[in-house]
């Protein structure tokens, strides 16, 4: 693993910050400018479908980048072996970690709510609908936006290591 790991590195460091960067841009992306745009449509269910549309491609691109993600962090943590180093960056890699785990845990609760808000929006119950999108947007995107941020900074703290 460590020829493997010091040969590929810049590689598998670009891969790695390149999909923290779609993952955590992409949700202050629909967050603070998709969303909001979507909700000047005038026409109910064409913002909330609208908006479905935008919100399934976007999670549709994340199957990928997640793997590529979670493959190339446990690359980066086993070929530095932060395990067996220094006790204090263990334990942020460890946390580091957890956040990303946690945010694939609330990336496939998003999704559940994406299935279920086009489920309402089918039956013509768009209140529903849109407090799921409203939940999506404003709340679960906001605790992923700050826990990416925070595993970002962990990997910066780590990088200069």
């Known amino acids: 693993m460590g020829e493997f790991y010091i040969d590929y590195l810049p590689f598998i460091f670009a891969l790695h910050i390149f999909s923290a960067v779609i993952w955590v ?8 400018a ?8 005038p026409n109910e269910k064409m913002f909330i479908r609208t908006s479905l549309r935008t919100l399934n491609r976007f999670f549709r691109l994340l199957i990928p980048v997640s793997v590529v993600l979670g493959t190339t962090g446990v690359v ?22 957890l956040i990303w785990f946690f945010m694939f845990a609330l990336y496939l609760y998003e999704y559940y709510k994406i299935k279920e808000a086009r489920a309402r929006c089918l039956a013509s119950e768009s209140e529903h609908a849109k407090d799921n999108l409203k939940l999506i947007a404003y709340y679960l995107f906001g605790i992923s936006i700050l826990l990416g941020l925070i595993a970002i900074y962990f990997g910066y703290m780590l990088r200069s290591v």
């Open 25 to 32: 841009g992409g949700m202050i992306n629909f967050t603070l």
């Open 76 to 97: 980066m943590a086993q070929g530095k072996d932060f395990a067996h180093q220094d006790p204090v960056m263990a334990v942020i890699v460890s946390s580091k970690e």
């Open 34 to 41: 998709v969303y909001p745009s979507t909700r000047q449509i």
